[in-house]
C-alpha cells in the first residue's frame, strides 16, 4: 500500500512569494496533519483537518492557511514568504484524531532566498 | 501543557553496544508517547507508540521503549546497535485535548561508531 505521498519533493521561492504544498493521505486515512521542521529541531505542529474541517492549529501567523478535499488529500499555503519559512514541511496523516499514529510522508523542502 | 525534553542532542555508541536515549515528558494527564526515527532528508518513521496497555513497549527493528511514571520518563533502548541505526530520533506526546497533535522534541542524533 502506498505511504503518504507529499509534493513537490523540493522547492525554492523568492521572499513575498506565494507556495502550496500538497499532499495525499494513506488510503482510509481521514485526517491529516502539518508540521513544520526547521534544520535542527524536532517538528512543530502547524495544522490538523479531519472530514475536511480544521481541528488544531499551531502558533502559526495567518500566511499560513490549509483546506482539506473530499478525496481527504490536503494542501498548505503560505503567503508572503519570509526567509524564516525555510524548512522541511511535513504532512502526517491518520485514522481519525485523537491518539491514533501519524504517518508522516518525506516532506518538502522548501528554501525561501 | 504537554511537553518533551530529550537529554543529549547526541549520542555516539559502538557498533554492538547498547543504545539509550533518554526522554521526558511532562502531562497532565496520562499521554500517549511515541519514538520516531528520521535518516537523512527522509521524513518520519514511527519506532513505538505507548497507550498505556503495557509498561514496556517493543517496537521495530529492535527498539523498545519503557514508560515510568514516577520518573515521567519514556527512554528508548535497543541491546545492539548497528551502522543502520544512525539516525535522528525524536520522542513525542500527544496532545489530545488538541485533537492528537504531536508535540515533540528537539531529537537526538544517534552516531554508530565501527
Known amino acids: 500500500d502506498a505511504g503518504v505521498t507529499q509534493s513537490p519533493t523540493h522547492l525554492i521561492k523568492t521572499r513575498g512569494q506565494h507556495v502550496t504544498l500538497r499532499c495525499s493521505p494513506i488510503?482510509?486515512?481521514?485526517?491529516v496533519s502539518w508540521y513544520q521542521q526547521v534544520l535542527g529541531q524536532g517538528p512543530q505542529f502547524i495544522f490538523q483537518?479531519?472530514?475536511?474541517?480544521?481541528?488544531g492549529r499551531g502558533n502559526f501567523p495567518d500566511r499560513f492557511s490549509a483546506r482539506q478535499f473530499p478525496n481527504y488529500s490536503s494542501e498548505l499555503n503560505v503567503n508572503a514568504l519570509l526567509l524564516g519559512d525555510s524548512a522541511l514541511y511535513l504532512c502526517?496523516?491518520?485514522?481519525?484524531?485523537?491518539?491514533?499514529?501519524?504517518?508522516f510522508g518525506p516532506g518538502t523542502r522548501l528554501t525561501v532566498t | 501543557a504537554q511537553s518533551v525534553t530529550q537529554l543529549g542532542s547526541h549520542v555516539s555508541v559502538s557498533e554492538g553496544a547498547l543504545v539509550l536515549l533518554r526522554c521526558n515528558y511532562s502531562?497532565?494527564?496520562?499521554?500517549?508517547l511515541f519514538w520516531y526515527v528520521q535518516y537523512p532528508n527522509q521524513g518520519l518513521q514511527l519506532l513505538l507508540k505507548?497507550?498505556?496497555?503495557?509498561?514496556l513497549v517493543k517496537g521495530i527493528n529492535g527498539f523498545e521503549a519503557e514508560f515510568k511514571k514516577s520518573e515521567t520518563s519514556f527512554h528508548l533502548t535497543k541491546p545492539s546497535a548497528h551502522m543502520s541505526d544512525a539516525a535522528e530520533y525524536f520522542c513525542?506526546?500527544?496532545?489530545?485535548?488538541?485533537?492528537?497533535?504531536?508535540?515533540f522534541g528537539q531529537g537526538t542524533e544517534l552516531s554508530v561508531k565501527p
Open positions: 502526517a496523516s491518520s485514522l481519525a484524531t485523537g491518539s491514533y499514529e501519524q504517518y
Open positions: 502531562s497532565s494527564v496520562p499521554p500517549y
Open positions: 488510503s482510509g486515512h481521514k485526517s
Open positions: 483537518y479531519y472530514e475536511k474541517e480544521e481541528r
Open positions: 505507548y497507550t498505556s496497555a503495557a509498561t
Open positions: 513525542a506526546v500527544s496532545d489530545y485535548d488538541q485533537g492528537g497533535k504531536l508535540i
